[in-house]
């Protein structure tokens, strides 16, 4: 089986598709089967996209300790490809690897840095793959050098902004810089999206929580602005919520 599935693989870019999906099948039964083989499913300069969307999935699929590294090095080279998308595909892929084998996690961040270090304009997903891989591992934060070489201002996407958020509430301990960039998004709370407005809410919270005396005027800011002015019922009973309970005492809170 695993001979002829790679002669498969060599086919035309439809053979090559069809093979790819049937073997996610196979593999959920023997997970090992082409493990051996790995390269003959390499995503290729000419295969179309969705060859190597698929290609990219079987790979993360077939990660496993003993080809980690090796899955690595190819994620790397797909990250210079043309097509944005297949790039944005591989920095979430690079996060997936980190999650999956922590012993190369600290080489899914570097990889991270690097690739946003040559593409700035993957910024966006590097901060969101940076999210979910400190959510597993918090000693892998590297929020504050994105930061630093990149700037926060150049955040724009709904999913980006929500992790960076996420990070400065999360970790606000160990970011320097993270009261004044909370500040610039609060200053256009009302302008945001829902969920970034949701993710602004509770980082100040967290903040405030570990430093009320300088969190205390800002938090008041967010709770009033949000409980007056939104119209998303969600948010403005959340506003409501935390407003009560903070009332009770910040060690009621906590």
Same mark, same amino acid.
């Given at each position: 089986?695993?001979?002829?599935?790679? %002669?498969?693989?060599?086919?035309?870019?439809? %053979? $090559?598709?069809?093979?790819?999906?049937?073997?996610?099948?196979?593999?959920?039964?023997?997970?090992?089967?082409?493990?051996?083989?790995?390269?003959?499913?390499?995503?290729?300069? /000419?295969? &179309?996209?969705?060859?190597?969307?698929?290609?990219? !999935?079987?790979?993360?699929?077939?990660?496993?300790? @003993?080809?980690?590294?090796?899955?690595?090095?190819?994620?790397?080279?797909?990250?210079?490809?043309?097509?944005?998308?297949?790039?944005?595909?591989?920095?979430?892929?690079?996060? /997936?690897?980190?999650? *999956?084998?922590?012993?190369?996690?600290?080489?899914?961040?570097?990889?991270?840095?690097?690739?946003?270090?040559?593409? &700035?304009?993957?910024? &966006?997903?590097?901060?969101?793959?940076?999210?979910?891989?400190? !959510?597993?591992? &918090?000693?892998?934060?590297?929020?504050?050098?994105?930061?630093?070489?990149?700037?926060?201002?150049?955040?724009?996407?709904?999913?980006? *902004?929500? @992790?960076?958020?996420?990070?400065?509430?999360?970790?606000?301990?160990?970011?320097?810089?993270?009261?004044?960039?909370? /500040?610039?998004?609060?200053?256009?709370?009302? @302008?945001?999206? $829902?969920?970034?407005?949701?993710?602004?809410?509770?980082?100040?919270?967290?903040?405030?929580?570990?430093?009320?005396?300088?969190?205390?005027?800002?938090?008041?800011?967010?709770?009033?602005?949000? %409980?007056?002015?939104?119209?998303?019922?969600?948010?403005?009973?959340?506003?409501?919520?935390?407003? !009560?309970?903070?009332?009770?005492?910040?060690?009621?809170?906590?």
């Amino acid at each position: 089986v695993n001979s002829a599935l790679v %002669t498969l693989s060599r086919g035309d870019p439809e %053979t $090559q598709y069809v093979v790819c999906k049937n073997i996610h099948a196979i593999l959920v039964i023997f997970p090992n089967l082409i493990c051996n083989s790995l390269d003959s499913f390499y995503v290729r300069f /000419t295969d &179309p996209p969705y060859v190597k969307l698929e290609k990219l !999935r079987l790979l993360l699929k077939l990660v496993t300790p @003993s080809t980690a590294c090796q899955i690595l090095k190819e994620l790397e080279e797909y990250s210079s490809e043309v097509d944005l998308v297949f790039a944005e595909e591989v920095v979430k892929g690079i996060a /997936t690897v980190a999650l *999956k084998i922590e012993s190369v996690a600290p080489s899914c961040v570097e990889l991270l840095l690097r690739i946003v270090g040559r593409r &700035p304009e993957l910024l &966006p997903q590097v901060i969101t793959s940076c999210k979910n891989i400190v !959510r597993k591992y &918090p000693e892998q934060l590297v929020l504050e050098t994105l930061i630093i070489e990149h700037g926060a201002d150049a955040v724009a996407e709904e999913d980006a *902004k929500v @992790s960076l958020i996420w990070m400065l509430g999360e970790f606000c301990d160990f970011i320097t810089d993270g009261k004044p960039i909370i /500040t610039r998004f609060i200053d256009e709370l009302m @302008s945001h999206e $829902q969920p970034v407005q949701m993710a602004i809410l509770s980082a100040v919270i967290k903040m405030f929580l570990r430093d009320p005396v300088g969190m205390e005027r800002t938090l008041n800011i967010v709770l009033d602005t949000l %409980t007056t002015q939104s119209n998303d019922p969600d948010l403005r009973d959340r506003a409501y919520a935390y407003w !009560r309970l903070l009332s009770k005492g910040v060690g009621v809170a906590k």
